[in-house]
């Protein structure tokens, strides 16, 4: 008995709290009377301009709306507050203290409503490409039969590439500090990271990335481009990466890279690094294990050195890069960059790079442009699939490259460079003639 005297008296509590509340603040779904100030109120400013008209309909012909209808009216006049002359500006402050724990909740819900849309980012753009070759040089085992298997001969022949490329790309916030990354690729009759024209659809990046005890951290598969320029290694990857400092920025990383036709260059079927002819190959077909450790330091505000080191495995074999950069900003608009790079390979194993790069072409800024010039020389074993066209992993690249991009109009811009190459191994006279011409459109 005593229980249940206790029971009722909380319940009669708690109903009377609740009724004080209520009592305090109206509730927002009952109807405004008709004859209430604030339907005049917000036709005057409605006929002042300071609403759309259609606005208004929900309450013309005498019927009534909620306190919370009338809230988000009175929230759109809000909105254009600067714009109101005294007389409006003090209607305005009325109906906001008239409404305002209306106002209050609506705002949370607005609130929170675009923190959920601010969450997901979702783009993609497109790609028009048209690459022709001169001598390039495609490498082959033949058998007798004409199938693969035989000795190595060098065919020379001009390869002329084409095809378009959808890439979507999306990001997700999981929280402040943590997001997920996502970049699909659909390409069709475009040479990428192939010998012949190929149709491919393709995850290339899924990855999650945050901060964890003062470190930025990403895991899964993503895109990695070295301290130093990019010259050794600009390359999908699946695994581990980190990075922490302050002043001196350290990128340490642990994995694989994502695809084994893809090192050094692009399209070539050998492998330098480990001797495997890609298209004799009969082995799991993964890249080979990667580790990689990188550093860039400021020595002013404007100049920056680097080094880096990368690891490969494969099987029993192993291979490293030692690598070192520097770039300066010469001017507000030109850049200057540089990178050498040594392999623990016997012969063949380095490499220099130097390049200008001018102005920045703006997506969403039409008669923008950039242009760069580069000089390389780049040894059959002195890169692993690095930012730039001009390496090869058989004949060794030393090359020249002009090109630049121009902004033709918002979201879309044109690309073309100009590569003159030749082979540094010895006792080869492999030459190359690269140009590309190609269009790209940022599509949302």
Not at 65 to 88: C, G, Q
Not at 372 to 390: E, G, M, Q, W
Request: with cysteine; proline share 2%; aromatic share 12%.
């Amino acid at each position: 008995m005593k229980k249940l005297f206790i029971a009722l008296l909380m319940l009669v509590l708690t109903l009377g709290a609740a009724g004080s509340t209520f009592a305090a603040n109206e509730n927002p779904f009952n109807d405004v009377p008709k004859k209430h100030w604030s339907y005049e109120a917000i036709d005057k400013l409605a006929t002042d301009g300071l609403l759309e008209s259609n606005s208004t309909k929900t309450f013309n012909g005498d019927k009534v709306i909620t306190r919370y209808e009338m809230a988000k009216l009175v929230a759109k006049v809000m909105s254009k507050a600067d714009k109101a002359n005294a007389k409006d500006k003090a209607l305005i402050d009325r109906l906001a203290g008239e409404f305002a724990d209306e106002l209050t909740s609506l705002n949370v819900t607005v609130t929170k409503l675009e923190k959920d849309s601010e969450r997901i980012n979702i783009g993609a753009f497109a790609m028009l490409k048209y690459d022709h070759r001169t001598n390039p040089g495609l490498l082959k085992r033949i058998n007798a039969d004409g199938g693969f298997g035989g000795s190595r001969v060098d065919e020379f022949n001009d390869v002329i590439r084409g095809g378009f490329k959808l890439v979507v790309f999306s990001t997700y916030k999981l929280s402040d500090t943590w997001t997920v990354e996502t970049v699909g690729e659909f390409t069709r009759g475009m040479q990428d990271g192939s010998s012949t024209p190929a149709n491919r659809d393709q995850t290339k990046i899924f990855s999650i990335s945050g901060k964890l005890d003062g470190m930025d951290l990403k895991v899964g598969r993503f895109h990695y481009v070295d301290a130093c320029s990019g010259y050794v290694i600009g390359e999908d990857m699946s695994g581990v990466q980190a990075r922490f400092g302050k002043v001196a920025k350290i990128t340490a990383n642990a994995g694989w890279l994502s695809r084994y036709d893809l090192l050094n260059n692009p399209g070539w079927t050998v492998d330098p690094l480990f001797g495997y002819d890609i298209q004799g190959y009969t082995g799991d077909g993964k890249g080979p294990r990667y580790q990689a450790v990188d550093i860039t330091y400021p020595i002013s505000r404007t100049t920056n050195i680097a080094a880096a080191y990368h690891r490969l495995s494969k099987d029993s074999m192993s291979r490293h890069i030692n690598e070192a950069g520097f770039d300066t900003q010469l001017t507000e608009n030109l850049k200057f960059k540089a990178a050498f790079s040594k392999s623990s390979a016997d012969t063949d194993n380095d490499g220099y790079f130097a390049g200008l790069d001018y102005g920045r072409a703006d997506f969403f800024k039409p008669g923008t442009w950039d242009a760069h010039l580069y000089v390389s020389k780049t040894d059959a074993t002195a890169s692993i699939a690095n930012n730039y066209d001009s390496e090869d992993g058989y004949y060794g690249s030393k090359a020249v490259e002009i090109g630049g991009n121009y902004t033709l109009r918002p979201k879309v811009m044109l690309e073309t460079k100009y590569i003159i190459q030749k082979g540094t191994k010895a006792n080869t006279d492999w030459k190359d003639k690269f140009f590309r011409l190609q269009f790209n459109f940022m599509l949302m």
